[in-house]
């Protein structure tokens, strides 16, 4: 079962920063937050992925909060072409199944 | 970046057919593939495990007569769906990670899936 709780919605407009949360209250201390985007009808794309330092790359950041239990993945300036399904997993990636399981995401729509 | 290609990207067959769909790391050598099932406004859901050499692993519930997992070499792996139907029509995404990089927590990516329509 998924370990993650995301709102099922949310709205961004055009040129402005998309704030998406994710609660993982259960995570435990070696597992990682894992951060994909589905636009429709393609495969998931990956975004970010991060422990429990701050990440940044040329897509987003990540922000982990300092007790891990949950976490916000920052789109600075949204587009509409940043409309999609985000999901987050969280993911032990030392030995065992390196299988991603996959919630129902947040669906952003960025407006013009 | 690791480059996952699925094809076809769409296919439409009749009833009762065999589909087969492959999946190709292009850049990297993949021992473990997965495969993923989507139906219409749903998640994904993980079908099996494909690993190389050796037999698939299949989650609960998915029938491995159905759905055939060949892993026959480290950039391929072909998921076929036998005697298809039209309640097999769905969206089949397949992922893999590049483990030449090293780092186990690197992330998986994965191919533009397939949209397969049985009529």
């Known amino acids: 079962d998924a370990k993650t709780t995301q709102p099922p919605s949310m709205d961004c407009a055009e040129g402005r920063a998309a704030n998406l949360p994710c609660n993982h209250s259960?995570?435990?201390?070696?597992?990682?937050v894992y951060w994909y985007r589905q636009i429709h009808s393609q495969g998931p794309q990956y975004i970010i992925h991060?422990?429990?330092n701050n990440e940044t790359n040329e897509m987003a950041s990540l922000i982990i909060t300092e007790d891990r239990k949950s976490s916000t993945l920052i789109l600075p300036h949204a587009t509409l072409r940043d409309t999609a399904v985000y999901y987050c997993?969280?993911?032990?990636?030392?030995?065992?199944?390196?299988?991603?399981?996959f919630g129902k995401g947040t669906k952003l729509t960025v407006n013009p | 970046g690791a480059v996952v290609s699925q094809h076809p990207s769409r296919v439409i067959c009749k009833s009762g057919t065999s589909v087969k769909i492959e999946c190709r790391s292009l850049?990297?050598?993949?021992?473990?593939m997965f495969w993923y099932r989507q139906f219409p406004k749903q998640s994904l859901m993980l079908m099996a495990t494909?690993?190389?050499?050796?037999?698939?692993?299949?989650e609960q519930g998915v029938e491995k007569d159905k759905f055939l997992i060949n892993h026959a070499s480290l950039t391929l792996s072909t998921l076929t769906v036998t005697s298809a139907h039209p309640e097999d029509s769905s969206f089949y995404i397949c992922?893999?990670?590049?483990?030449?990089?090293?780092?186990?927590?690197?992330?998986?990516?994965f191919g533009d899936g397939t949209r397969l329509s049985i009529l």
């Open positions: 991060g422990l429990k």
């Open positions: 494909s690993n190389e050499g050796s037999k698939a692993t299949y």
């Open positions: 259960t995570i435990s201390g070696n597992e990682y």
């Open positions: 850049d990297f050598q993949a021992t473990t």
């Open positions: 992922s893999a990670r590049d483990p030449g990089r090293g780092v186990r927590n690197q992330p998986q990516h």
């Open positions: 997993i969280v993911r032990f990636p030392q030995g065992g199944s390196e299988k991603l399981v």
